[in-house]
T-cell receptor, first 114, second 110 residues
């Protein structure tokens, strides 16, 4: 149980284009999902908290107009990186809260912007 | 002060030894603590969660929590080469967010 999927697993895009990443909880409903970013040899940095049916809460320093988050259902949250630039290249990982005490991670999406 | 701190390592232990990983946190009100294991290029996987002071054992893993000292640790007994990975300490803060430490790289030498 508590499986979280992400799609795509990797994506290469050109600078200036937008990329959408999907995060799905497969066997549970998640009112809260989280988006993290991880640069090489660094830890996970929380970008935003996504609550079903409401606006996402962004961490300080994260541009909400650049990283659009939509949590339209209890099993799906999407992150859209708009006008991507090479510095946005990173490993994006979503996480879904299965219980008040535990959250499970998706396999991650590796984004490369050329 | 960073919210969650860990020794960055790398920590090297011989196969069969005990690996000890440490973590401190700054939010005194935190109630939930987690250890994740992350292999290179992969997403983190939950190893253990702990909520009460004291020890919690699961197989070869033992998590220890001391809220007064704001300290969490993970012991890995009979370390195996497959345990070689980065171990992330995570804390659920009073703001209901899970914040990760920088991770400790563990290498188990055969």
């Amino acid at each position: 149980g508590a499986v979280v999927s992400q799609h795509p697993s990797w994506v290469i895009c050109k600078s200036g284009t937008s990329v959408k990443i999907e995060c799905r909880s497969l066997d549970f409903q998640a009112t809260t999902m989280f988006w993290y970013r991880q640069f090489p040899k660094q830890s996970l940095m929380l970008m935003a908290t996504s609550n079903e049916g409401s606006k996402a809460t962004y961490e300080q320093g994260v541009e909400k107009d650049k990283f659009l988050i939509n949590h339209a259902s209890l099993t799906l949250s999407t992150l859209t990186v708009t006008s991507a630039h090479p510095e946005d290249s990173s490993f994006y990982i979503c996480s879904a809260r299965a219980t008040p005490y535990e959250q499970y991670f998706g396999p991650g999406t590796r984004l490369t912007v050329t | 002060q960073k919210e969650v701190e860990q020794n960055s390592g790398p920590l090297s232990v011989p196969e069969g030894a005990i690996a000890s990983l440490n973590c401190t946190y700054s939010d005194r009100v935190s109630q939930s603590f987690f250890w994740y294991r992350q292999y290179s290029g992969k997403s983190p996987e939950l190893i253990m969660s702990i909520y009460s002071n004291g020890d919690k054992e699961d197989g070869r893993f033992t998590a220890q929590l001391n809220k007064a000292s704001q300290y969490v640790s993970l012991l890995i007994r009979d370390s195996q080469p497959s345990d070689s990975a980065t171990y992330l300490c995570a804390v659920k803060t009073s703001y209901d967010k899970v914040i990760f430490g920088p991770g400790t790289s563990l290498s188990v030498i055969p």
